[in-house]
DNA sequence: TGAGAAACATGAGATTTACTCAACACCGTT
DNA sequence: AACGGTGTTGAGTAAATCTCATGTTTCTCA
């Protein structure tokens, strides 16, 4: 293994150019040093590489190998180094995003879509998270974005805030519940929740609004999709709670009533976690741009 | 253009073992330089090539292109240095012959059907050297050996004798002709002369029999074919002279009769010429030496 | 055929590049 | 808190690759 690019590119020029000056001038290097090198590389695989007794200087078949090479590996390389320029500039890249929130789902969806549009180069993928734990994920690499409500101080990672959000209450239009303003934690005692399939600490309804009460709802229902949920809800089998930003539309319907849960709403903020190396990166900033202005 | 093999070769080494020290023990350097070189990359195209804060060591996108470029051209080159190598060697070659004489293409097919089969990898071709001259062209590089009956001194080509020859005047069992023991140039003034179809400077029979005697045949006819030829002789449409190694053949059969041509016959002596540097290459020699054998 | 031009080869020295060494920083363990 | 494993960094060294000056060869044209 003694052969470089360098080398390729030299005879590549000599073989074009038919000449070693002018292909010294081609290469920006003396003619002297084509010499040389072409000696070394003549040296290294003991096989002469050119006829030297012909005008225009001629290949021997060693050399007419090597050239062949040149032919075949040059474009690779100057088109990958064209790629990376651009993954540089940020017009080519990955984006692999983990969520955590079944619900997320709803506002990404239509977000990647106007993305895509934007950004045809970037390689877009959703990875909803059950089974890996996100933030580790990120940090190595295997997905470039997480969406998260509870940000983290960490030296590697970066995260921007994307929109507040309130957690809400739904159930059927004529539910007992739409009589109260807002939802107590005892209200539920008799309903039967419909929750996704995921451990209760991960639910902000369980971790920040039933638990802290010592309340248990009469029973607990799951399903993986948000559609399902809503038409569980509106059909009497339980009441739900989820992010106001999947019941807009679902409340103006007009089947569906929403009510607020304790004193202040159950809020948060969704937060999108990158690689800190990557933060300024124009396809992220503009990913993050996107997802605000919805 | 600053990329080079060893780059990839370091990239690929890092990727498979997954840690700097590792991939430096395996390509005999310092763990230190492989930091130093990964560093230098990513200052050149501006991007991380790596993650750090994992383990094993992962790469970004921009790496990950970088990889797939290695994993690309690696193997092609590796390729081509072992046919170089074998180049080196001899075992894989070019041998494009160049005959001036039609004649030779009689012993020389047989002898390549040998040849062939003990040097498979040498890719053979003839030239049946009409519209070009063969010796520059040996000197350019477009043939690799040439047959030649006489050899000049040169310093870039070597001449090996392959064996003698004598041209034979052949003619129908029941000639006239076939009464004298050995012919004279005035023997064939009645005679209708069948050549091959080139220059007759190029033709023994007149530059070194009837023109130095100033004699005319009664006419000439032309044909490219040594089998033609030999048909037409014994048809009785004329005599001709060919080299001993077509007759040996045609006079067996008995139908044609063969004499000498002057009183010491007309000799000579095939050679082979190749390019010198390339003289003592073991395919080269090989095929002279089939050549002799004949 | 021989002088001159053009083109490649060569050797020595300079420059650049790539490497090693040694010290340091970081992270995860124990 | 100390330690092993791993990557980074800066300085110094070794090696490679260049340039410059000159030599050699080949080709051209009178």
Chains 1, 2 share one sequence.
Not at 14 to 21: P, V
Not at 52 to 69: D, H
Request: net charge neutral; proline share 6%.
């Amino acid at each position: 293994m003694f052969l470089e690019l360098r080398h390729l590119r030299s005879l590549l020029a000599i073989r074009e150019t038919g000449n070693l000056a002018r292909a010294a001038e081609r290469l920006h290097v003396t003619q002297s040093a084509l010499s040389h090198q072409i000696k070394s590389l003549e040296n290294y695989f003991e096989a002469p590489l050119f006829l030297r007794n012909s005008k225009p200087l001629r290949l021997t078949p060693a050399g007419e190998k090597l050239i062949e090479l040149a032919r075949q590996v040059l474009p690779l390389v100057e088109g990958a180094e064209n790629d990376l320029k651009r993954v540089a500039r940020g017009e080519l890249g990955r984006l692999h995003i983990a969520i955590e929130c079944h619900a997320c789902f709803e506002w990404l969806a239509p977000v990647l879509n106007r993305y895509r549009q934007q950004w045809p180069q970037i390689e877009v993928d959703i990875r909803v998270g059950v089974s890996f734990e996100a933030l580790p994920a990120l940090r190595k690499g295997e997905v470039d974005l997480v969406i998260s409500s509870d940000p983290v101080k960490s030296s590697d990672l970066q995260f921007a805030e994307l929109f507040d959000y309130e957690a809400l209450l739904v159930m059927p239009a004529d539910h007992p519940l739409t009589r109260r303003k807002r939802i107590q934690p005892a209200d539920l005692a008799g309903e039967t929740l419909i929750t996704y399939p995921v451990n209760r600490q991960r639910l902000d309804v369980f971790s920040r609004f039933l638990q802290p009460a010592g309340v248990e709802p009469a029973a607990v229902r799951q399903s993986e999709l948000t559609s399902v949920i809503l038409l569980l809800v509106a059909s009497g089998r339980g009441v739900a709670v989820l992010p106001d930003w999947v019941l807009r539309e679902a409340e103006q319907a007009g089947t569906l009533a929403t009510r607020p849960l304790g004193p202040r709403g159950l809020k948060g903020t969704l937060h999108a976690a990158v690689r800190r190396a990557e933060f300024d990166t124009a396809y992220l900033q503009d990913f993050i741009a996107l997802a605000r202005g919805c």
